[in-house]
């Protein structure tokens, strides 16, 4: 009955866990976040419930009612003061946010209440009754999982058969629709936000009796949690009860009989992220949304001012500062270091990572095990460190290659907490409170221990950090680094150019741990023993809280957000001022809230006019471009016969067929791309035009049909390796690179595949070189004043062309352009027609044209191909299409010498919102289209 005793218990823990499993379902459903912050908002509740019922000295009644009012006020100010004004924000913005919810009140609770456990009486029977023979269980925990069944059906309940509680999930759909209905988002989302605030602020006052309050330890409870919601993948309410129930069960049961430490914390999240592993995607699908990402620095180093500030740091540390400086210096540049990594993992490559500190933990650990068990010196260890928390980082970064955006950052912050559960703190392998012993670290004889020489560990952190930083500005200006600026903005772009989208991803994780853990043995090594239980979960959210609120994707703003960082500069400014560096956490928590509320894009770049207009009074001239000039870049006779071509390949395609469910995008199609011709394929909306290209290109799975490249089978080849073949597209929605100059955009499509470059380029990045082909587009597409500009700053008819000289730019021999005149004036779309001619005939290439303007199809085609609800229509040449009576009945309307406004392209010329709203209208011809 022991097994059945153990069960009980855990379905108990399991109730606790299902009350914050709901609220986190709940605000999901009615925003489409994840509230980091619930565990903290239960911690607040716990709280305010010991200050009415013990401080106070009221009834238990009013306190819980009390205690739950000041959830319910906490989370209307959340919603209210901190998403309502970033409602416009990507949904990993509004995430972030939440984490500064949750620093900021645990800081102001620590600053309350202390770090110490505080017991608080509780309102339920504490008396166990027998729930079968020979087994109890506590009738608090009864009480508490019938609370749990009963919110459970009055949410789903709510949530299926309300108005409300359909317009809530809507509007996590679409707010601009849920609004254009009559309905207010703001009221909606308030009273999503005040009733999960309000759950979580009575499970604080169910829970804080019998876990004692300690906001640490409350503010994990939402960690299982997490794992439950994500089972049910935070739409069903009655999966996550039962999640929550089952992850309490498996925890109890492992904690009698497993002794391994840290497996009770670990299983749950190593089982949802091996179900995130299989659910998930390599690439996204079309539908995935593209967020709106911090904007990142260029990577150029100005040679003076950094020679003067790293001379006078050193000069400092070794002359001026007291040791008490000198230590507070090294922290600080140990953490800039740190949040360096967040830089590349989250700044370059788009990847939310919540283990950077842990993974800091794992190097120091490495680290530290290889200089006492393996008796290796200083250098041999860090080389070490680095090469095992890269392997490590590697590891984190599985989820990544099949997950993104919210529930990456769920995968990687189970990944740290399996980590620092198994490793960190097992007292086996890290020695408990006694540490792994190093002794005095020294280089060739040159002793620089931190207690006896603190300014050589000083010289040493600055030597590391000065190197790092230079590594990173040269990734950023390299092929890599453009590369995972790719990746960052879109990964199916990336790939239709042949980008490694995987080993972008691993080689950020990769680089970003090992730098990660340089941070963690400069900040470990201080001391005579190694302490790894120090690096926790929590303080990696902090890393990538001031990450952010320094600027997350620019060198300076990773160097100011170290100064915010625990026992660093800022601690030792505030030292000693009426105890103010206690109040730094709390500050720099409201800091993070104030740059995300405020749409910057952290201090860094809020403050860079300051640092321009001190450049120039200081008139410092740049490290010299590695990129040419524009003009230079584009040079007179480069024209398409000039170049050296692939041998043209033949696209064959019999009976394609698409299906997405129970849904046929298209069905039986057949094509023959043959080199110095241009095919067209037209259509209605929802045809399945775009999703034929989508197979073409590998993209997604034909569920029968042949691809042939000449006369080999490509079908199951992925995006990249098509794209390698020199099968290239564009998109309807242009998906240029944001973050990248024409040039760098172009450049991406030119870079080759070296492995040698992940290691070059973080040394000498070299200057961007373009191909012939790229050169010859720049020509014929008259981009060569547009070069150093981004895509955003151009109009929309030039990003069009920019777009499709990118393609071109890889030197395909197949080119799939889809509907690349949409939103171009008649006379733009009768120069485009002309370059789609001249690609085919003087560049030989294939070229399907994917299209809503017929009259630029009948003009410029050699064949058409009309699609009508997936399935083939009619094909031959451009007059016999326009002849078919069944063409002109589905899809033309009218004769073809007949004029028709309706089949012009956008009258007005209009290369802004006008035109952009004319491709929108036309352009979704995917399974979603057959769908509606």
């Not at 995968?411 to 012993?437: K, Y």
Request: with cysteine; glycine share 10%; proline share 5%.
């Amino acid at each position: 009955m022991e097994v059945v005793q153990f069960i009980l218990l855990g379905l108990g823990i399991g109730a606790i866990y299902s009350l914050l499993g709901q609220g986190l379902v709940l605000i999901y459903r009615g925003s489409g976040i994840v509230n980091f912050a619930q565990g903290s908002l239960v911690m607040v509740g716990g709280y305010a419930y010991y200050e009415f019922r013990v401080a106070a000295g009221w009834p238990a009644l009013p306190a819980v009612v009390c205690a739950t009012a000041v959830g319910v006020l906490l989370g209307v100010a959340v919603q209210h003061l901190i998403l309502r004004p970033m409602r416009t924000s990507s949904p990993i913005e509004r995430v972030i946010a939440t984490l500064g919810v949750l620093l900021t009140l645990q800081a102001a609770a620590v600053l309350r209440y202390g770090v110490g456990p505080i017991s608080v009486p509780s309102f339920l029977p504490t008396d166990a009754v027998e729930v079968l023979p020979g087994t109890t269980l506590g009738v608090d925990r009864l009480v508490i999982l019938l609370i749990g069944v009963l919110l459970t059906a009055a949410l789903y309940a709510v949530f299926r058969w309300t108005s409300f509680g359909r317009v809530a999930s809507a509007m996590a759909e679409n707010q601009r629709a849920v609004a254009s209905l009559g309905h207010s988002p703001d009221r909606i989302a308030t009273a999503n936000w005040a009733l999960a605030a309000g759950i979580a602020a009575l499970a604080g006052a169910l829970i804080g009796p019998i876990t004692y309050l300690q906001p640490t330890q409350l503010t994990l409870l939402i960690v299982p949690a997490l794992a439950a919601a994500l089972l049910a993948r935070f739409v069903s309410f009655p999966i996550a009860f039962a999640g929550a129930l089952a992850i309490g069960v498996v925890q109890s049961l492992i904690t009698r009989y497993v002794t391994v430490t840290g497996w009770g914390d670990s299983v749950p999240f190593i089982v949802i992220i091996a179900y995130l592993v299989l659910r998930g995607s390599s690439l996204p699908l079309r539908s995935h949304v593209l967020e709106r990402l911090p904007s990142v620095g260029d990577g150029r180093i100005r040679v003076v001012p950094t020679v003067v500030i790293v001379g006078v740091f050193a000069f400092l540390i070794a002359f001026v500062v007291s040791p008490v400086w000198a230590q507070a210096l090294t922290v600080t540049m140990a953490f800039a270091i740190l949040t360096l990594s967040v830089t590349v993992v989250t700044g370059y490559a788009g990847q939310l990572s919540l283990a950077q500190y842990v993974l800091a933990g794992a190097g120091a650990f490495a680290a530290a095990t290889f200089v006492h068990r393996a008796g290796w010196g200083f250098l041999p260890a860090l080389i070490g460190a680095m090469l095992a928390a890269a392997l490590v980082g590697v590891l984190v970064a599985l989820p990544a290659l099949r997950t993104r955006g919210i529930n990456l950052a769920i995968a990687t912050l189970g990944m740290g907490i399996v980590l620092f559960s198994l490793v960190l703190s097992d007292f086996a392998l890290t020695g408990g409170d006694v540490g792994i012993p190093i002794g005095e670290p020294s280089i060739f004889g040159w002793d620089f221990g931190a207690i006896r020489h603190p300014y050589n560990y000083g010289l040493v952190a600055l030597a590391a950090l000065t190197l790092s930083a230079l590594a990173v500005a040269n990734l950023r200006r390299g092929r890599v680094g453009r590369r995972l600026l790719a990746v960052r903005s879109n990964e199916r772009a990336a790939a239709a150019l042949g980008v490694n989208v995987l080993v972008g991803k691993l080689y950020a994780f990769a680089l970003a741990s090992a730098l990660a853990a340089v941070a963690g043995v400069l900040l470990a090594f201080q001391g005579v023993a190694v302490l790894p239980a120090q690096f926790d979960v929590l303080t990696s959210i902090t890393v990538i809280g001031m990450a952010v609120v320094g600027g997350i994707g620019t060198i300076g703003g990773a160097l100011l957000a170290s100064t915010l960082l625990p026992g660093g500069v800022g601690t030792q400014i505030l030292h000693g001022v009426d105890n103010l560096e206690s109040y730094l956490p709390l500050v720099s928590g409201l800091f993070l809230l104030y740059v995300l509320r405020s749409g910057r894009n952290g201090l860094y770049e809020m403050n860079a006019h300051l640092v321009r207009r001190l450049g120039r009074l200081l008139r410092v001239p740049a490290l010299p471009s590695r990129a040419p000039s524009a003009r230079a870049a584009a040079p007179e006779p480069a024209g398409a016969a000039q170049h050296e071509r692939r041998p043209s390949r033949r696209l064959h395609v019999a009976d394609l067929r698409v299906q997405f469910g129970g849904v046929v995008a298209v069905d039986g199609v057949t094509l023959d791309l043959v080199p110095g011709e241009v095919h067209g394929l037209i259509g209605p909306n929802g045809a399945g035009k775009t999703t034929v290209i989508d197979a073409l290109t590998g993209f997604v799975r034909p569920t029968r049909g042949a691809i042939k490249l000449d006369d080999e089978p490509i079908g199951q080849w992925s995006a990249r390796r098509r794209a390698r073949a020199g099968v290239a597209r564009s998109f309807q929605s242009l998906e240029l690179f944001a973050d990248l100059s024409v040039r760098e955009n172009l450049a991406v499509a030119c870079d080759d595949d070296g492995a040698r470059r992940y290691v070059s380029d973080l040394v000498a990045p070299g200057r961007i070189q373009l191909t012939a082909p790229a050169l010859a587009a720049i020509r014929e597409f008259r981009l060569t004043d547009d070069l150093d500009r981004k895509p955003g700053a151009l109009a929309f008819g030039k990003r069009r062309l920019v777009a499709i000289a990118r393609a071109v730019a890889a030197d395909p021999r197949v080119l799939l352009l889809d509907e690349p005149a949409a939103g171009l004036s008649d006379e733009e779309a009768r120069e485009l027609g002309a370059l789609i001619r001249t690609l085919a005939r003087d560049w030989d290439m294939s070229i399907l044209l994917v299209e809503h303007n017929v009259d630029l199809v009948l003009s410029t085609c050699d064949r058409v191909t009309v699609l009508e609800a997936g399935a083939v229509l009619a094909r031959g040449t451009p007059q016999e299409v326009a002849r078919d009576p069944r063409v002109v009945a589905a899809y033309l309307g009218r004769e073809t010498d007949e004029p028709n406004p309706a089949d012009e392209p956008n009258p007005a010329g209009e290369a802004g919102p006008a035109g952009e709203a004319r491709e929108a209208d036309e352009s979704d011809d995917s399974a979603e289209g057959a769908r509606v």
